[in-house]
């Protein structure tokens, strides 16, 4: 959706219920630990690229804390 909103399109998205999903994802219970050879490694491209393209609705809307959960779970793919 971040390219689709940076383009011009995706006004009718419901975008805090969006982030909400997306941060409870990003949880131990949500879609849990990046593994070696895990789709979450391709996952967390979409959402980096969310980020850039759409930053002013995935991004500047978070809280700090939310921040620092999206940060955290986008660096664990240096841990892999």
Known sequence: LGPW???????SVDWPR??????????ADGWGVMKDYDHLI???SAVALAL?????????P???AEKHQ???WLGRINQV
């Open 18 to 27: 969006l982030r909400g999903i997306l941060l409870a994802g990003m949880t």
């Open 70 to 72: 999206v940060a955290q």
């Open 52 to 60: 850039v393209f759409a930053r002013d609705v995935f991004w500047d």
């Open 5 to 11: 909103r940076a383009g011009g399109g995706a006004e």
């Open 42 to 44: 391709v996952e967390s």
């Open 62 to 64: 978070l809280s700090p």
